[in-house]
């Protein structure tokens, strides 16, 4: 059960709709866009334990 390895590694999981059960499919597509939008970057990989999700953001230097 869970994200398949192909299903990962054709990044098809982050298109808007897709979805293996009952979802709308537009979870992490949406996730992805908001950190996107925030300099970073959203990745999936594959391991025996099922999907790992990287979040990634980088420190920004602002005064406010």
């Given at each position: 059960c869970g994200i398949s390895k192909h299903?990962?590694?054709s990044g098809i999981i982050f298109e808007?709709?897709?979805s293996k059960k009952s979802g709308t499919g537009?979870?992490?597509p949406?996730?992805?866009e908001a950190i996107?939008?925030?300099?970073?970057?959203?990745a999936a990989?594959?391991?025996d334990n099922g999907a790992n999700f990287i979040i990634?953001?980088?420190?920004?230097d602002?005064?406010?």
């Open positions: 299903n990962i590694e808007p709709g897709f537009i979870g992490l949406i996730a992805g996107e939008r925030l300099g970073g970057k959203l990989r594959y391991s990634e953001i980088s420190k920004q602002e005064e406010y």
